[in-house]
Antibody, heavy 121, light 107 residues
Framework: QVQLVESGGGVVQPGRSLRLSCAASGFTFSSYGLHWVRQAPGRGLEWLAFISYDGTNKYYADSVKGRFTISRDNSKNTLYLQMNSLRTEDTAVYYC??????????????WGQGTLVTVSS | DIQMTQSPSSVSASVGDRVTITCRASQAISTWLAWYQQKPGKAPKVLIYAASSLQSGVPSRFSGSGSGTDFTLTISSLQPEDFATYYCQQANSFPLTFGGGTKVEIK
């Protein structure tokens, strides 16, 4: 069965960096696009970033463009989110999510359980 | 960016009720729309994609309709396990955007 397991969350000071990982199994990782989506405490869902199956196409939300970088290692079946210059408003549960196509169908059929990032001094 | 507006933001309903949630896009998105259900402390789960296609394994009491800018999610007969928050999401163009959510509560 498809599994996505995020890790790397924790408490970090404003201005510092953090890298999230998402380990995938149960499907052909190198054949699908992947996304990061976050949810601030008590708030709705916010899409952050997309990467195509081969890593050649990437898109970002304006709120994280220039600070966050999405990447993937198809040899390790792992998706990453490098988060730099973190702000208090980046505090959220971060989910990785699988797209239904190699490019982007734009919707997600599987999600991880999420990892909490808290940005606080 | 395409803005997604959901209404109502919350609804109180009883088991067996028919519940309808609407979602409006700020510009036409054809049928590039998905609906998700989220329960507290859990990841969202896709219910409907392409506006009206039922995701495999999702009960048939869930249905979606609409195209262009106006969309609807209908739960034909609310079950206890359906009390949750529902989100629409446009899949037409980046940045992908979600509606603000509709919380379905027990009456």
């Amino acid at each position: 069965q498809v599994q996505l397991v995020e890790s790397g969350g924790g408490v970090v000071q404003p201005g510092r960096s953090l890298r999230l990982s998402c380990a995938a199994s149960g499907f052909t990782f190198s054949s699908y696009g992947l996304h990061w989506v976050r949810q601030a405490p008590g708030r709705g869902l916010e899409w952050l970033a997309f990467i195509s199956y081969d890593g050649t196409n990437k898109y970002y939300a304006d709120s994280v463009k220039g600070r966050f970088t999405i990447s993937r290692d198809n040899s390790k079946n792992t998706l990453y989110l490098q988060m730099n210059s973190l702000r208090t408003e980046d505090t959220a549960v971060y989910y990785c999510a699988k797209d239904t196509s190699s490019g982007s169908s734009g919707h997600f059929d599987y999600w991880g359980q999420g990892t909490l990032v808290t940005v606080s001094s | 960016d395409i803005q997604m507006t959901q209404s109502p933001s919350s609804v109180s309903a009883s088991v067996g009720d028919r519940v309808t949630i609407t979602c409006r896009a700020s510009q036409a998105i054809s049928t590039w729309l998905a609906w998700y259900q989220q329960k507290p402390g859990k990841a969202p789960k896709v219910l409907i994609y392409a506006a009206s296609s039922l995701q495999s394994g999702v009960p048939s009491r869930f249905s979606g309709s609409g195209s262009g800018t106006d969309f609807t999610l209908t739960i034909s007969s609310l079950q206890p396990e359906d009390f949750a928050t529902y989100y629409c999401q446009q899949a037409n163009s980046f940045p992908l955007t979600f509606g603000g959510g509709t919380k379905v509560e027990i009456k």
